[in-house]
């Protein structure tokens, strides 16, 4: 199973991690970067299905192809920030984390906008016809 796959990558980058912050410190951070790229090559790889999901639900459904890819950018935007955030708590960056945070969710809702608009555009369409 990929869980597994990628449950043992985490701990051999993290046991590779503390044994190299005691050996060579230096290298500990490019150990625990290049084992966070494989990390998510990996989950990328997963995603791939998620995707043709997506794909079948616009197809089935008929809603607009603009609408899904907003949702996913939004999806991609709280992964990376909640992805960015750790990391650099990881890294005793507490406060810089709390900004990425931040800057997130004003991303999230700049990309939510075009949503409500359509939505709001919907529900006066529908209040019309009554």
Do not use: H, Q, W
């Not at 939004?74 to 990376?80: D, E, F, T």
């Not at 931040?102 to 939510?112: D, R, V």
């Not at 939505?119 to 369409?125: G, H, M, S, V």
Request: glycine residues 6%; aromatic residues 6%.
């Amino acid at each position: 199973m990929e869980l597994f796959r990628i449950i043992g990558i985490a701990i051999v980058t993290a046991l590779t991690v503390i044994i190299l912050k005691n050996v060579k410190p230096e290298l500990a951070f490019a150990a625990m970067l290049a084992g966070v790229i494989v990390l998510l090559v990996a989950a990328l790889d997963m995603m791939k299905e998620t995707f043709s999901v997506f794909d079948e639900l616009v197809a089935l459904t008929g809603i607009d192809n603009a609408v899904v890819k907003i949702l996913l950018k939004i999806i991609g935007v709280g992964y990376l920030t909640e992805f960015s955030a750790d990391l650099l708590n990881d890294f005793g960056s507490a406060s810089l984390a709390s900004k990425v945070e931040l800057c997130g969710k004003i991303t999230i809702l700049a990309l939510s906008l075009p949503i409500l608009r359509s939505l709001l555009a919907l529900i006066t369409d529908f209040l019309s016809l009554l």
